[in-house]
């Protein structure tokens, strides 16, 4: 009995350290170099309800006229689900129901869109299209609200690459990061509590169908950082966003990855009073990290030098890269001046290569 009651009261501790958020599915990344910082089930084949108007918004964002007037087609008012109350021939800018689907998160907004830049069919198609191009071959899309559908689903890491490159379309980013609009007789108010609940929230979805559960995909920026959290199937997810975010903040750190004049690689010299040269960083580097991400420095430089140079002569580049992405970068320069060996210069081309590589 005393052994039950102590693991009673240690059951909480258990619960704690194991840190185990609610989320069915869940991704945590690094937006600027697209890290996976936290994850779980994360690439699983799952329903992400109105998440889905992350595409959706991203296609009609990428409108060639966002500002352009549109008539709402008749069977795109009194849609089933949330709704920004679109009426039948009512005249409004696409921006403006863009707006409706972000913030109102307006299945009607959505079918409008789909209608208006292309017809449903074509739309839908575009929206599988433009997965695939991302690369986001565990995701695929029955229609553009979110409603529940036989092959409509994603994964937790595949929206979380969708959104990074999402807010990267500078009106995208600004509709998902507005707490309040008005349109005409349209007020509409952001269904995102983290955009007031989270001081460096930037957006950007939420989405609930009885099948996939409450989903959420947030993105929050600091000291240069961006970084997107999503959740799928979670009954916990304002709580649980907060505290990935804050997770993920709580490690970044900066590392100096080279300093001004530092030697970086010795290159041979041609014709040249001496026979190779030093390259060394124009300026510091450095990397802000997140966990337990690292940088290489990678090099990109000439294969000689040919003399006369001075010192500071531009050869190459060093950039310092995380995950694929360049996060820093400087030129490459010569450390020292190299004059011409004028006994070298009546020597052919092939005589001084030859000299070079069998001396």
């Not at 609940?197 to 920026?221: F, N």
């Not at 799928?232 to 900066?254: C, Y």
């Not at 990855?257 to 009073?273: E, F, W």
Request: glycine share 8%; with cysteine.
């Amino acid at each position: 009995m005393k052994k039950f009651l102590c693991f009673l009261l240690f059951l909480p501790c258990l619960i704690v350290s194991a840190g185990a958020y609610s989320a069915g599915a869940y991704a945590v990344l690094d937006a600027d170099t697209g890290t996976i910082l936290d994850s779980s089930n994360a690439d699983t084949r799952l329903p992400m309800a109105s998440t889905t108007k992350i595409m959706t918004g991203l296609l009609a964002a990428e409108d060639s006229n966002p500002n352009r007037m549109i008539s709402v087609p008749a069977e795109c008012a009194g849609i089933e689900g949330s709704s920004m109350y679109l009426q039948a021939g009512e005249v409004i800018s696409l921006r403006d129901v863009l707006y409706g689907l972000l913030l109102c998160s307006g299945n009607d907004a959505a079918e409008c869109i789909a209608s208006v830049c292309g017809g449903r069919e074509a739309f839908v198609t575009r929206m599988n299209q433009r997965a695939a191009e991302l690369g986001l071959s565990n995701t695929h899309f029955d229609n553009p609200s979110g409603l529940d559908g036989e092959t409509h689903y994603t994964t937790a890491t595949e929206l979380a690459q969708l959104t990074a490159y999402a807010l990267k379309n500078p009106l995208f980013a600004e509709i998902v990061s507005t707490k309040d609009y008005t349109s005409g007789t349209h007020y509409m108010h952001n269904h995102n509590k983290l955009l007031s609940m989270y001081s460096d929230c930037i957006g950007v979805k939420t989405g609930y169908t009885q099948t996939a559960g409450r989903c959420l995909v947030s993105a929050a920026s600091r000291d240069g950082h961006t970084v997107i959290a999503v959740t799928l199937n979670d009954r916990d997810d304002w709580n649980d966003h907060i505290a990935m975010l804050d997770r993920a903040f709580s490690t970044m750190h900066t590392e100096q990855i080279a300093t001004r004049g530092q030697h970086a690689i010795t290159l041979p010299v041609l014709s040249g009073m001496q026979s190779e040269v030093a390259l060394v960083c124009s300026d510091d580097l450095s990397a802000s990290l997140l966990g337990e991400q690292s940088a290489e420095l990678v090099l990109s430089h000439r294969g000689m030098l040919y003399a006369p140079f001075s010192a500071g002569t531009v050869c190459g580049t060093a950039q310092v890269v995380v995950n694929g992405s360049v996060v820093d970068s400087c030129a490459l320069i010569t450390q020292s001046d190299v004059a011409l060996d004028e006994s070298q210069e009546r020597l052919s081309l092939w005589e001084r290569l030859r000299r070079k590589l069998f001396s």
